[in-house]
């Protein structure tokens, strides 16, 4: 488990033993941290810290005999083509089918662009896709079932949806849908990919008044959402979801 703690500009990693938790390591981020996770990068069976902050910096910290090795960075080029990045979050999937690629997200006034790296022989490789699409926090998911992960975020205008096809990235605006809080699941084993949207309504404070709901869209094959399949009512004005197999 990793806590990010921003303020004292630190990740507090706590490490499950054979029957309890470990005590935790520290593991500095610096107070440009922007957004970091953990994945598997150099294929060892180990999870390494993979991080942006503000200033344009992607770098990722190996884990290895128990510990974090120095950070391997890059200064992320941008869709802009201006010398200034401003990096908003990462995501990290097989987007191509094998191997882990890093997505980073650049807000920008406009437009949004999405830059994408490879971790390769201990160094950031840049890779020769970009888009103009997500400046936010970004979600992997499979939405389109085709062996190969896909990237979904909110834009200005809604949200952004994109999947690599083989040949080259395919991205579709999703403009009208705020996608701040959602999530994507086979939620109810139908064997198809939805879009859970939490719409908070008119919340007064009061757990007995209900309002608020999850909206429920499917996708198409391009990765554009379809008409909307179902409202769900779980309890009052929903702000966050998460999906899980608990049982």
């Known amino acids: ?26 593991h500095s981020i610096g ?19 993979i991080y942006v902050n503000t200033t344009g910096d992607l770098g990722v910290n190996i884990f290895s005999g128990g510990s974090f ?8 080029s941008s ?4 010398p200034q990045v401003t ?17 980073v997200s650049e807000p920008g006034a406009t437009s949004n662009y999405n830059t994408f790296y490879n971790y390769s022989s201990s ?11 997500m400046g936010g926090t970004m979600q992997v998911f499979d939405f389109n079932q085709d062996g190969s992960d896909d990237l ?20 579709q605006d999703l403009n009208g849908v705020i996608s701040n809080n959602f999530s994507m699941s086979d939620y109810d084993r139908s064997g198809s990919i939805s879009l859970l949207l939490a719409i908070a309504g008119v ?39 998460v999906v899980a197999d608990l049982d």
């Open 31 to 49: 107070g440009l941290f922007a957004d970091g996770t953990l994945s598997d990068m150099d294929a060892d069976g180990q999870a390494d810290w």
């Open 79 to 82: 869709g802009s083509g201006m």
């Open 123 to 133: 160094q950031l490789v840049l890779s020769d896709d970009n888009i103009e699409c």
């Open 69 to 76: 090795t120095s950070a391997v960075t890059t200064s992320v």
């Open 87 to 103: 990096l908003s979050s990462l995501a990290i999937g097989s987007f191509y089918g094998s191997g882990k690629t890093i997505a």
């Open 203 to 241: 919340p007064d404070n009061n757990d007995a008044t209900f309002t608020g709901q999850l909206d429920v869209f499917g996708f198409n094959s391009t990765g554009s959402l379809g008409a909307q399949q179902d409202t769900l009512r779980p309890h009052t004005s929903p702000r966050d979801i």
């Open 152 to 171: 979904l975020g909110p834009t200005s205008s809604g949200g952004c949806s994109a999947t690599y096809d083989g040949t080259q990235w395919v991205t």
């Open 1 to 26: 488990v990793v806590a990010i703690a921003s303020n004292d500009e630190n990740i507090c990693i706590h490490l499950s033993g054979t029957n309890s938790w470990q005590s935790p390591m520290n």
